[in-house]
């Protein structure tokens, strides 16, 4: 589940848009795992895991490859510059 592309297609913005947009998502890992299926869902950090988790959604992508990317390069830099 991806909660940015979901939230837009339904127009479920901020946080006013928060709770209709977390009953869909709920409602889809409901059908999806009575299907037999497992759930993913797109976080923009860890610390969102437990949340989506307690809802039965068992596997995460965090983060993505802007994110990720600037991470090392922070890391990378901070190193650096005590060389």
Known sequence: VGPGDLGVSMGAFG??????????IATIATAARA?????????????????????????FLIGNDTSHLGAAVTTVMTQARGV
Do not use: H, K, N
């Open 15 to 24: 946080d006013a848009g928060r709770p209709r947009l977390q009953a869909a």
């Open 35 to 59: 299907a037999g299926r497992t759930v993913g869902m797109y976080c923009a950090s860890a610390t969102e895991i437990p949340r989506w988790r307690d809802m039965g959604i068992s596997f």
